[in-house]
């Protein structure tokens, strides 16, 4: 009813292959890369700062109507 495999070697392992490496940025792409990265970084110093102005703004306004 069921195959004898046990005198048969087992098949080889699978490996899967090595991944791709991504393609490297030309110097136009790296550029823009750049400046995106010190747009965040510029912005992220900025909304802390924007946000309690914000608030500031708010609670002015609270007192003054009230």
């Given at each position: 009813m069921f195959m004898d495999f046990r005198d048969q070697t087992p098949p080889p392992?699978?490996?899967?292959?090595?991944?791709?490496r991504p393609p490297k940025l030309s110097q136009a792409e790296e550029r823009n890369l750049t400046r995106l990265i010190l747009a965040f970084l510029l912005f992220s110093l900025l909304a802390p700062i924007g946000g309690s102005t914000v608030v500031i703004g708010v609670r002015a306004a609270w007192q003054a109507l009230f």
């Open positions: 392992r699978w490996t899967p292959p090595p991944p791709a």
